[in-house]
């Protein structure tokens, strides 16, 4: 059993099927498909069952994943260190990220390229649920997420950011004044009763948002549920209804009006998440960039 041969059975569990694999790897499907009849013949077992349709993991497979991450992590983190020792740092860091807070990044990327050249950076956006079960297995490095307090345990975590959300409106929509504050901010229950554009579940945002409503005791029905940021301005900029987003969110659309929210205002904090242990090198150059 050799490395290369854990590597492409990773990322066909990773990419769902030899051809996706072996795009990612840049080999042909056959050389994907024959390395891994090499390997399950070693170990006498199968680790995937194929169909027509899709590749799945057996039991065997199942276990067989995550310790083949573990060694393709520590021969990275063994080149690193000696690549380190030389002056030279190389080394791939998978950052997992979700919408809305990319732009926090690219002066740390900008700064780590500038650095170390030789350090491959992989972006893979998800749902903070999704990123959060990738930093536990091992398919994510770091990520810069909202985590609740729950969601943090196990983690080493560190803010970065603390920010209150607000209520998105189309120009042409006038919220009642018994809705609004003397300082113009409107109450949750009156945003009830409006036509709701809501984030998919798992979303940081509409967790908050969540919580929100229930510390103000107040139901909502959801008219839209979108999984995109953009998707949901253009209902809003459309008039199909509001939604309530992160302040620094709501800036990108600013033809969009702006509602603070009175009371239970949700809110996420933003920060950078990484597994414990000592971080491999590459991950550590990156993480000193990320403030």
Request: glycine share 6%.
């Amino acid at each position: 059993m050799d490395l290369r041969q854990m590597e492409v059975v990773v990322a066909v569990a990773e990419e769902g099927g030899f051809t996706a694999a072996a795009q990612r790897l840049h080999v042909v499907q056959s050389a994907v498909s024959g390395t891994v009849r090499a390997l399950e013949g070693e170990l006498g077992t199968r680790l995937f069952d194929r169909t027509t349709h899709r590749v799945a993991l057996t039991p065997a497979g199942e276990a067989f994943v995550p310790a083949a991450r573990a060694a393709l992590r520590a021969a990275d983190q063994a080149r690193s260190a000696v690549d380190a020792v030389q002056g030279q740092l190389r080394g791939t860091v998978t950052v997992g990220t979700m919408q809305g807070v990319w732009a926090g990044l690219h002066h740390a990327l900008a700064a780590l390229r500038a650095e170390h050249p030789g350090v491959v950076v992989r972006l893979r956006q998800a749902a903070v649920v999704d990123i959060r079960q990738a930093l536990r297995d091992g398919t994510v490095d770091l990520a810069v997420v909202a985590l609740d307090r729950r969601q943090q345990r196990g983690l080493v975590t560190r803010l970065l950011a603390r920010e209150e959300m607000v209520l998105v409106v189309s120009p042409e929509r006038e919220l009642t004044r018994t809705g609004a504050d003397a300082d113009g901010k409107v109450a949750l229950a009156e945003v009830a009763r409006l036509p709701l554009v809501d984030f998919a579940p798992g979303w940081a945002v509409r967790a908050a948002v969540d919580r929100a409503f229930r510390a103000a005791l107040v139901e909502r029905d959801t008219i839209f549920e979108v999984n995109d940021i953009v998707a949901a301005a253009e209902l809003v900029r459309h008039d199909l209804g509001v939604c309530i987003m992160p302040e620094s969110i709501a800036g990108r659309f600013p033809d969009l009006t702006v509602r603070r929210l009175e009371r239970h205002a949700p809110h996420w904090n933003v920060m950078v998440v990484r597994p414990r242990g000592e971080a491999p090198p590459a991950v550590a150059a990156l993480l000193r960039h990320i403030t």
